[in-house]
């Protein structure tokens, strides 16, 4: 039920609107400086305070929205500051013109407050960046109480880290005060607001400058580390889950949460971007993240015996140089394509997989992964898919769910059924009356190809179109009574239930919050506590479904609900050749899947063994309507036996249930790693070595780093790995 959402291509306004926007943002800087030339050669009152104010719409359009075209003025040495600056001298030369500084104390009080906030405005710059670094603690936690390490609340966001909203704030009260010099001639009233704007700044740079203090900022690098050191020995982490991905990648980890809670001992999730700490969804188990590779092997030092891998990275193979740790690779997911067996496995010491069908995908691939390193686990995740109880109930509509998989890193056609297929798929199951479609893509569609991405915006067209369709044609015949009744009710509920899931997820959040503050707010004891959080989540799925009238297609890209979710209301799923179908295939329900590769049916099913139980459709979708029928009629259903022997050979048996499978790997594993430490003499669970200062130095020399932070002329190797860290 944990999915990750990419509702980007919703909100990406079309390339004609940017370009009109484009223009008409530069055309309005143009006028506005336009205008206080003309003030100033003319000279009129109207001509100064007009193209500043013009300057400033633009401004503030140019910060909340065209962020892009920002920084392209920047590049060309035309930054907010530059663009500010000149706007300022154009102003107080348009005053000078018009005579409204012709009173000297006046106005030397007006020219000294603005050169002042301008001056006070950079060095809160620097102060403010300073302050960042001393915050930017080399490791961030959450779920672990770490407020020894004098974590504090972070600075007013308007001082500490928006400069941008800052100077246009300071812009706009100078610009109203000199326009009511402007309008009256009397330079006071520019100068009071002038030195009442620098004595804010003033004020705002005293309290940056009091975090500097040493007893005022949090703890450096070295009291750091040695913190980690303490919790690790303190904690004794027996299990973890090592995670490093993109942005977009989250829900690979996030997919394993609920089979990490429910392991014996210790577990502990391990990452290595900082902005990954807050894209894992709510858990109970404590979350480090270390991004430099130097600070990564202490976790040598540490008891931890086993580390978990959802996904490759090209920072996993930092952690997999820690020789006391066994290393198994877990996966996000497996289906038949090549990346499900991909050459980098062997460098784990264990592949886990669902169950026969993909160590036979290992064994015929011949990547270097050896037969008795794979270990069949299953798919605990799966335990909340409810199995098939038949056709849909006469009366029912007959719920498909389409959810193609994305293109993947290759031109391969036969990746995702979306830009071949799509639309026809979409079309065919929209043509007939009693289907409800939903339609839940993978969350990086269109992340590689933009013409997937087109192509995911065209169905998502189509269905908006059947919706307006239907809805017309439902209140045409008078369709509500009790059932719309109850939708009614059930979205008055929904409302509630969204607030108070928002309420569990988001507790206390404050913008302009830091790492550092949330480091704070985000220790152990966790508040509200994982089990909490899923019961309000399973709640508000329940009220999500009953909201949804039974005639209305529904586009799914949010987080919730999840793609399990989506599972138990479908009769029918339609896909690509993604490891949703193997997911799906524990249900037993039905299943199609679009050959767009190219091959011949046949070859398409012996070629990819998930297909073997599928009903295979066509770029052209023409068996759409055969499918359908098949669903409804069980006697049609000539594929329900298939289904369940393909599910055994690759989910493997239902006894033991997976989870069971999955921890007793767990300890297996561990076992392993300790007698290997044993061995060697290094840390158990009872003790920890502390590695020699040779070690220590070797270790730096890896990561292209030396002792006193100083990186060697000739080595780079940190920065090759993508050491987010890297000095």
């Known amino acids: 039920m944990r999915t990750e959402s990419n509702a980007a291509a919703e909100t990406r306004p079309p390339p004609g609107r940017a370009a009109v926007t484009t223009v008409a943002v530069l055309l309005l800087l143009a006028v506005g400086y336009g205008f206080q030339l003309l003030g100033v050669l003319l000279p009129a009152a109207s001509l100064v305070v007009a193209g500043p104010v013009l300057g400033l719409l ?66 809160c710059q620097a102060v403010a960046a300073r302050v960042r670094q001393s915050r930017k603690l080399p490791v961030v936690t959450r779920n672990i109480d770490a407020s020894s390490l004098r974590l504090s609340p972070a600075p007013p966001a308007l001082f500490g880290r928006y400069g941008a909203a800052r100077l246009l704030s300071v812009a706009a009260l100078l610009t109203a005060g000199m326009a009511v010099t402007a309008g009256t001639g009397d330079a006071r009233w520019g100068a009071a607001v002038a030195v009442a704007c620098w004595a804010v700044l003033l004020g705002g740079v005293l309290h940056l400058a009091v975090r500097l203090l040493p007893g005022r900022r949090p703890a450096g690098e070295e009291e750091v580390l040695a913190w980690l050191d303490g919790w690790l020995d303190a904690y004794r982490p027996t299990v973890g889950m090592y995670f490093s991905g993109g942005t977009a990648s989250a829900y690979q980890a996030n997919m394993w949460l609920s089979t990490l809670e429910g392991l014996e001992g210790r577990p502990v999730i391990v990452l290595r971007e900082r902005f990954m700490v807050q894209r894992i969804e709510t858990t109970d188990v404590p979350v480090l993240c270390i991004p430099r590779v130097a600070h ?87 335990a909340s898919v409810r199995p098939y109880t038949g056709p849909p109930a006469p009366g029912e509509r007959l719920t498909v769910l389409y959810a193609p998989t994305w293109e993947g890193w290759t031109d391969d056609p036969g990746n995702t059924s979306l830009l071949l297929a799509g639309e026809r798929i979409v079309a065919a199951l929209l043509a007939d009356p009693g289907v409800r479609l939903l339609y839940k893509p993978h969350p990086m569609t269109g992340s590689v190809d933009p013409a997937v991405g087109a192509a995911d915006l065209r169905v998502r067209a189509l269905i908006a179109e059947a919706n307006a369709g239907r809805a017309g044609t439902t209140r045409a015949a008078g369709l509500r009574g ?9 979205v008055v509920e929904l409302t509630r239930r969204t607030a108070e ?50 005639w209305e297609h529904l586009i799914l890209t949010e987080r919730k609900p999840g793609i399990y979710a989506c599972f138990n209301q479908a009769h029918l799923l339609v896909s690509d050749v993604s490891s949703v179908v193997s997911d799906y295939l524990s249900s037993e329900k039905p299943y199609a899947v679009v050959n767009t590769s190219g091959l011949s049916e046949d070859e398409f099913r012996a070629g990819f063994p998930t297909v073997r139980a599928a009903t295979v459709l066509t770029p052209t979708a023409e068996g759409v309507p055969a499918l359908l029928e098949s669903v409804r009629d069980p006697s049609a259903d000539l594929l329900r036996a298939a289904r369940a022997q393909l599910k055994a050979q690759l989910l493997g048996p239902d006894e033991p249930p997976s989870p069971v499978r999955f921890a007793r790997a767990v300890r297996e594993l561990r076992a392993a790693a300790e007698a290997k430490r044993a061995r060697l003499g290094g840390p158990s669970v009872s003790a920890r070595v502390t590695p020699t200062a040779a070690a220590e130095e070797h270790w730096a020399a890896e990561a292209g780093e030396r002792p006193d932070g100083r990186k060697p002329s000739d080595q780079v190797l940190a920065d090759a790995l993508g050491d987010e860290e890297a000095p």
């Open 58 to 123: 633009a401004e503030t359009r140019l910060l909340t929205r065209e962020r892009g075209l920002s920084r392209s003025l920047g590049r060309a040495q035309l930054s907010q500051p530059e663009r500010q600056l000149l706007r300022d001298a154009l102003l107080l030369g348009g005053l000078a013109r018009t005579g409204a500084l012709d009173r000297l104390p006046a106005a030397a009080g007006l020219l000294v407050g603005v050169l002042g906030c301008w001056a006070t405005h950079f060095v």
């Open 296 to 382: 990564l092997m202490r976790l040598e030092r540490s008891t931890l015996p086993v580390l978990l891998h959802p996904a490759n990275s090209g920072k996993t193979s930092q952690v997999l140089r820690i020789p006391s740790v066994k290393h198994a690779f877990i996966n996000h997911g497996e289906s038949d394509k090549l990346s499900s067996c991909n050459p980098y496995a062997k460098a784990y010491d264990q592949v886990w997989v669902a169950g026969p069908a993909a160590r036979e995908r290992y064994r015929l691939a011949d990547v270097g992964v050896s037969d008795p390193d794979v270990v069949e686990v299953g798919r605990p995740q799966l």
């Open 482 to 490: 009790e059932a719309a009744r109850a939708v009614g009710e059930a």
């Open 501 to 550: 899931l928002d309420a569990l997820t988001t507790p206390g959040r404050r913008p302009g919050e830091d790492e550092v503050e949330r480091m704070l707010r985000q220790r152990a004891p966790v508040r509200p506590p994982a089990a909490e959080v899923l019961r309000a989540l399973d709640a508000w799925e329940e009220c999500y479904w009953r909201a949804s009238p039974q």
